[in-house]
Protein backbone atom coordinates (compact mmCIF):
# COMPACT_ATOMS: atom_id res chain seq x y z
CA UNK A 1 0.00 0.00 0.00
CA UNK A 2 1.27 3.28 -1.19
CA UNK A 3 1.67 5.97 1.54
CA UNK A 4 3.45 9.01 2.66
CA UNK A 5 5.25 9.47 6.28
CA UNK A 6 6.13 12.37 8.37
CA UNK A 7 8.82 12.56 10.71
CA UNK A 8 10.45 15.06 12.82
CA UNK A 9 7.60 16.96 15.07
CA UNK A 10 8.06 17.68 19.15
CA UNK A 11 8.10 20.07 21.36
CA UNK A 12 9.97 23.46 21.16
CA UNK A 13 10.08 26.50 22.38
CA UNK A 14 8.87 29.54 20.79
CA UNK A 15 11.62 31.39 18.62
CA UNK A 16 13.07 27.92 17.79
CA UNK A 17 13.41 25.71 14.45
CA UNK A 18 12.02 22.43 13.87
CA UNK A 19 12.46 20.63 10.76
CA UNK A 20 10.05 18.00 9.35
CA UNK A 21 10.18 15.16 6.16
CA UNK A 22 8.10 13.08 4.45
CA UNK A 23 8.81 10.22 3.03
CA UNK A 24 6.87 8.00 0.35
CA UNK A 25 6.68 3.91 1.77
CA UNK A 26 5.12 1.01 -0.48
CA UNK A 27 6.34 1.82 -3.27
CA UNK A 28 5.34 4.77 -4.04
CA UNK A 29 7.47 6.57 -6.88
CA UNK A 30 8.14 9.36 -4.47
CA UNK A 31 10.04 11.38 -6.66
CA UNK A 32 7.70 11.98 -9.27
CA UNK A 33 5.13 13.68 -7.77
CA UNK A 34 4.46 17.38 -6.26
CA UNK A 35 4.45 17.21 -2.27
CA UNK A 36 2.39 19.74 -0.05
CA UNK A 37 2.39 20.36 3.56
CA UNK A 38 -0.67 21.27 5.43
CA UNK A 39 -1.50 22.17 8.98
CA UNK A 40 -4.68 21.43 11.24
CA UNK A 41 -4.98 23.08 14.90
CA UNK A 42 -7.62 22.29 16.88
CA UNK A 43 -10.98 23.83 16.56
CA UNK A 44 -9.40 25.05 13.18
CA UNK A 45 -9.73 24.22 9.27
CA UNK A 46 -6.90 22.84 7.68
CA UNK A 47 -4.46 25.03 5.77
CA UNK A 48 -2.38 24.39 3.60
CA UNK A 49 1.43 25.59 3.48
CA UNK A 50 3.93 25.16 1.13
CA UNK A 51 4.43 22.73 -2.24
CA UNK A 52 7.09 21.61 -3.84
CA UNK A 53 7.04 20.43 -7.37
CA UNK A 54 8.71 16.90 -8.80
CA UNK A 55 11.59 19.70 -10.06
CA UNK A 56 12.53 21.45 -7.06
CA UNK A 57 10.09 24.54 -7.40
CA UNK A 58 8.49 25.61 -4.38
CA UNK A 59 4.59 27.47 -3.71
CA UNK A 60 4.18 28.68 -0.51
CA UNK A 61 0.49 28.67 0.17
CA UNK A 62 0.29 30.55 3.76
CA UNK A 63 0.88 33.99 4.26
CA UNK A 64 1.19 33.32 7.96
CA UNK A 65 4.36 30.90 7.45
CA UNK A 66 5.90 33.16 4.27
CA UNK A 67 9.84 34.16 5.36
CA UNK A 68 9.44 31.32 8.10
CA UNK A 69 9.23 28.10 6.14
CA UNK A 70 11.05 26.68 3.72
CA UNK A 71 10.41 23.53 1.49
CA UNK A 72 12.70 21.49 -0.30
CA UNK A 73 13.72 17.86 -1.63
CA UNK A 74 15.76 15.47 -2.59
CA UNK A 75 15.42 12.10 -4.00
CA UNK A 76 14.57 10.33 -1.31
CA UNK A 77 12.13 13.07 0.96
CA UNK A 78 10.44 16.48 1.40
CA UNK A 79 11.57 18.90 4.09
CA UNK A 80 10.07 21.25 5.66
CA UNK A 81 12.12 24.00 7.61
CA UNK A 82 10.42 26.11 10.05
CA UNK A 83 12.19 28.81 11.61
CA UNK A 84 11.20 31.40 14.54
CA UNK A 85 8.24 28.82 15.55
CA UNK A 86 5.41 30.37 17.55
CA UNK A 87 3.19 29.46 19.66
CA UNK A 88 0.42 29.82 16.81
CA UNK A 89 2.05 26.82 14.83
CA UNK A 90 0.92 24.78 16.98
CA UNK A 91 -0.66 21.98 15.15
CA UNK A 92 -0.23 18.47 13.50
CA UNK A 93 1.80 18.43 10.29
CA UNK A 94 0.65 16.62 7.28
CA UNK A 95 2.40 16.08 4.18
CA UNK A 96 -0.08 14.81 0.96
CA UNK A 97 0.24 14.83 -3.03
CA UNK A 98 -2.44 14.57 -5.56
CA UNK A 99 -0.48 12.74 -7.65
CA UNK A 100 0.73 15.71 -10.41
CA UNK A 101 3.90 16.56 -10.77
CA UNK A 102 3.46 20.22 -10.12
CA UNK A 103 2.23 22.39 -7.68
CA UNK A 104 -1.31 24.22 -8.31
CA UNK A 105 -2.05 27.95 -7.73
CA UNK A 106 -4.04 27.24 -4.57
CA UNK A 107 -3.93 23.94 -2.62
CA UNK A 108 -6.52 21.47 -4.00
CA UNK A 109 -7.86 18.03 -3.05
CA UNK A 110 -5.07 15.76 -2.48
CA UNK A 111 -5.05 12.07 -3.23
CA UNK A 112 -2.58 10.91 -0.31
CA UNK A 113 -2.00 11.92 2.74
CA UNK A 114 0.09 10.76 5.95
CA UNK A 115 -0.72 10.16 9.18
CA UNK A 116 0.39 13.68 10.64
CA UNK A 117 3.28 14.62 12.97
CA UNK A 118 2.38 16.95 16.05
CA UNK A 119 4.35 20.09 16.08
CA UNK A 120 3.96 21.94 20.38
CA UNK A 121 5.32 25.34 20.46
CA UNK A 122 5.07 26.13 24.12
CA UNK A 123 7.59 27.51 26.92
Known amino acids: QVQLQESGGGLVQPGGSLRLSCAGA?????????ISWFRQAPGKEREGLLC??????GTTYADSVKGRFTISRDETKVSLQMNSLTPEDTATYYC?????????????????WGQGTQVTVSS
Open 52 to 57: ISMNGD
Open 96 to 112: ATDMLDYCSDVPGPMDL
Open 26 to 34: GGLIFEYYA
